[in-house]
């Protein structure tokens, strides 16, 4: 069973920008690639940003050119750099995992996804 746990979320001003972590529990977290999702309320969870445990990424193209989702495995944590913020990308972040120990597409479905952290807030002001 992987853990994961996000933190770095806020309140900041349009413009601006955050970073958020996912730190997992898992030993061998390089062979697990890892998706950020998000929900605003109302809305469905969408996806955001993932990265293969070589680290190749995928991004929904409402964030390209703004978020940057990296990874460190000796540290086992994934991160996602959040630029230029806009009010509609409030919502509540969350990572999740799933076991991938050779390359496949990055999946961008939540249920291509087996474990989730608990979320973090995101609040963009304009």
């Known amino acids: 069973q992987v853990q994961l746990v996000e933190s770095g979320g806020g309140l900041v001003q349009a413009g601006g920008s955050l970073s958020l972590s996912c730190a997992a529990s898992?030993?061998?977290?390089?062979?697990?690639?890892v998706g950020w999702f998000r929900q605003a309320p109302g809305k469905e969870r969408e996806f955001v940003a993932g990265?293969?445990?070589?680290?190749?990424?995928r991004y929904a193209d409402s964030v390209k050119g703004r978020f940057i989702i990296s990874r460190d495995n000796a540290k086992n944590t994934v991160y996602l750099q959040m630029n230029s913020l806009k009010p509609e990308d409030t919502a509540v972040y969350y990572c999740?995992?799933?076991?991938?120990?050779?390359?496949?597409?990055?999946?961008?479905?939540?249920?291509?996804?087996?474990?989730w952290g608990q979320g973090t807030q995101v609040t963009v002001s304009s």
């Open positions: 898992e030993r061998t977290f390089s062979t697990y690639a």
């Open positions: 990265i293969s445990g070589s680290g190749y990424t």
């Open positions: 999740a995992a799933h076991f991938q120990p050779i390359f496949q597409l990055i999946r961008s479905t939540a249920s291509g996804y087996d474990y």
